[in-house]
């Protein structure tokens, strides 16, 4: 086993984790929104209702992630393209995202 192959051997570990950060990012959101809506009447509804969803999202990501399958990766990907546009955190965030999404050695595929 090569070097570089144990670069890539965790790699679906280092995004599950990744994942499961983001799903608690998107819970502390979804908790100060919801707190900040008992104290204002005037936010919005919908931002609880998209961390919502974009934790179960991310969970089911992390799953994915950790049984190596490979609609996890790609929807991975799409994220980390998403999270490119987000300039400057997000473009950060995206190409580590990226970088993780990438699970065998593309050595060993030639």
């Known amino acids: ?5 144990l670069i890539y051997k965790n790699n679906h570990i280092k995004l599950m ?7 608690l990012v998107y819970f502390f959101l979804c908790s100060l929104s919801v707190w ?7 936010t919005p509804i919908w ?11 991310h969970l089911l990501l992390a799953y994915g ?14 994220i980390g393209i998403l999270l490119m546009l987000g300039f ?6 995206g190409y580590f995202f990226l970088q993780c ?5 593309p050595e060993q595929e030639q």
């Open 1 to 5: 086993m090569t070097e570089n192959s």
């Open 17 to 23: 984790r990744f994942h499961i950060v983001l799903a």
């Open 36 to 42: 900040l809506s008992f104290a204002d009447k005037d």
């Open 47 to 57: 931002l609880p209702v998209f961390c919502g969803g974009a934790i179960c999202a």
């Open 65 to 78: 992630s950790k049984n190596r399958l490979e609609s996890s990766r790609k929807a991975s990907e799409l």
């Open 88 to 93: 400057p955190v997000g473009t950060f965030l």
């Open 101 to 105: 999404t990438i699970w065998h050695d």
